[in-house]
C-alpha cells in the first residue's frame, strides 16, 4: 500500500499551516498584515487630503499625548492622594506631639507632607512662627510650580489645535471654489464635493485633538489646585488651634459652658457679665 502523503489537498493543507514553534497560523497573519497596511493607508490619505495642517495637528496631538502621559507618572510620583498621613500629623500637632507628627511625615513623598515637614522642623528649632511659616509657604509654591510644568504647552495645544483645524478648512474651501472657478460652465459637482470633504477634514482632526487635551487639562489643573488648598490648609493648622474642640458636644451649648467655666475670651465675658 502506498504511503498518501502526496495526496493532501494543499487548500486545506494551507488553513492549518502556523509558523515553526506554535505561532499564528498563516491566515491571521495575513490578516493582520492586512489590517496594518490598511491603516498606514488610511493615514497616509489622510495626510495626503489634510496637507500640512493634519500634519501640524497630529504632531500636537503626539506632544499632547506625552504631557498628559509624563504629568500622570508625575502625580503618581507623588502621591497626591496619599491625605491621611497629612492629617495623622496634624492631629498630633494639636495633641501635643510635634515629634511624632514629624516622623510621620518626614518620609512621605507628597508635597503637602513635605512642607509641613518643613514646617515642624522650625517649629521644633524655636524659630519665630512668621519666619517658619514664610519658610514653609515658599518650599510649597516651589513644590506646586514643579506640579504646574507643562500644563501650559498642554493648553496652548488644546486652545490652537481647533483654531488650526479651521485655518485648514477655510484655505481648502478656497481651493475647492478655485477649481470651480477653473471649471466654467462644465462644473463637475464631484470636484466640489471633493474639495469640501477635505477642506472638513482638517476641522475633524482639530476637534479630534482639542477635545481630549481641554478635558486632560482641566483634571490635571484641578488636581493641582486641590494640591494648593490643602498645603495652604495644612500649614496654617501647624500654627493653629481646632476651634471645634471649643464647642463641646453638638447641642450648640459648648461655647455657653465655657463661658460657665471662666473659660472663654476675657472681652465676651465682661460684656456679658455687664448684661
Known sequence: MSDPVGTTDPAAAGDVVTAAGGGLPVDGALTAGATEADWLTTLTDMLAAGGPVVAILLAMSVIALAIVLVKLWQFRSARLGDRASVRNALTLVRAGRPHD?????RSKRNPVAQAVARA?????RGLPDHKVREEAVRFGGD???????????????ASLAPLLGLFGTVLGMIGAFQQLEAAG???NPAVLSGGI?????TTAVGLAVAIPAVAALNWLERAVER???EMDSAITGVFTQDLSTLLGESDGHGYEREFERGRGPARLRTAAAGE
Open 143 to 157: 513644590m506646586l510650580e514643579e506640579l504646574r510644568g507643562y500644563l501650559r504647552p498642554l493648553e496652548v495645544i
Open 185 to 187: 460652465n462644465q462644473v
Open 197 to 201: 470633504w477635505e477642506a472638513l477634514l
Open 120 to 124: 515642624l522642623i522650625g517649629h521644633l
Open 227 to 229: 494640591t494648593a488648598h
Open 101 to 105: 507628627a514629624l516622623a510621620v511625615v
